[in-house]
């Protein structure tokens, strides 16, 4: 952990009248614009809420926090009695959703919270999530795994009903579902299993589309047409129409840990552990400029209008925002 006299700290965030996207041209003036730092646990998920400028988080020790990002300052706070990984997403501009991940023997928990006062409006109990929780882009479904490993359940957040379950023979030869993610529109769940396989399914149907004999980080950009799967020093993007290879960026001095794409440009962030983070113009293959996160992290993302870049998970719990001062 950083001794507090090297971890920069800026209360506020001071608005400009430019507000400037982070792109291929301003990405050179990207750097450190404030630290959030109110959870005392590791933070381990966010989401923006519609808007951009109010965020939702949720740390191991049980805390959720709703707090506006340029001024630092708290709007709601909640806790949950189980002290655990979590995830977070938002349904709609009224109410977002937290699933934590709890005991074999107990279970996680499902919260959909108001974000306007905080309050609970509703909770599902006993739900086992032994690798934790995918959340559909829109908030309204969720993908947990059975706790025997041989199923993906698919549920309908609103009502706790499942609405899908996939099977697969993973199970038979001691694979199991690692992490996913859904398409925009939420017909298409990604997976990543234990022994490297990434497999797309069709949720409606449940039946698999896509079999990558080696995955790695994936994320789908734009509408889901597109999704990029990182490896090693390569990013490559497939078409999910057709399932083709349609352009590979690689570097030699490229070394992804983590990833995030912008929105509206060509711009890929690239972290690596250890805090740096280099950011890439994809289309013509040029490294625009390095940072590096005096916390450390294990995540990142882009802000929605890509004025931002979030950094989280640092040892000591904070949220770091980049941007263009």
Do not use: C
């Not at 001071?14 to 959030?36: C, D, G, H, Q, R």
């Amino acid at each position: 952990i950083l001794p507090p006299s090297e971890t920069p700290i800026v209360p506020t965030i001071t608005p400009t009248s430019s507000f400037l996207a982070i792109n291929e041209t301003t990405a050179a003036s990207v750097e450190l614009l404030a630290a959030y730092t109110s959870h005392l646990g590791s933070v381990t998920d966010m989401a923006l809420l519609p808007g951009g400028e109010q965020v939702v988080s949720v740390s191991y020790d049980g805390e959720n926090r709703i707090w506006d990002v340029l001024s630092m300052q708290d709007l709601h706070i909640s806790t949950s009695s189980i002290e655990n990984e979590a995830r977070v997403a938002v349904i709609d501009d009224d109410l977002v959703v937290v699933a934590r991940d709890g005991s074999r023997k107990f279970g996680g928990n499902i919260v959909i919270q108001n974000v306007a006062d905080g309050t609970i409006v509703q909770e599902f109990e006993g739900r086992q999530f032994p690798l934790g929780v995918v959340f559909s882009p829109s908030g309204k479904h969720i993908a947990t795994q059975n706790k025997d490993y041989k199923t993906i359940i698919v549920w309908d957040v609103l009502t706790g009903q499942s609405i899908q379950r996939i099977s697969g023979d993973w199970s038979d030869t001691g694979d199991r579902p690692w992490t996913g993610a859904f398409s925009p529109d939420g017909s298409i769940l990604v997976v990543l299993f234990t022994n490297s396989d990434l497999v797309a399914y069709d949720v409606n149907s449940g039946k698999e589309l896509h079999r990558f004999m080696e995955g790695g980080l994936f994320e789908f950009l734009g509408d889901g047409e597109v999704l990029a799967v990182s490896r090693a020093n390569v990013i490559q993007l497939y078409d999910t129409r057709s399932w083709e290879l349609i352009s590979e960026f690689g570097d030699n001095k490229l070394k992804i840990n983590f990833t995030s794409f912008a929105h509206h440009s060509n711009i890929v962030a690239i972290g690596q552990f250890g805090g740096e983070i280099q950011i890439w113009d994809m289309q013509n293959g040029s490294l625009l400029t390095t940072l590096h996160d005096p916390s450390g992290f294990l995540n990142m993302r882009f802000s929605f209008d890509d004025r931002y870049i979030f950094t989280y998970r640092g040892q000591n719990g904070q949220i770091n925002i980049w941007g263009i001062p």
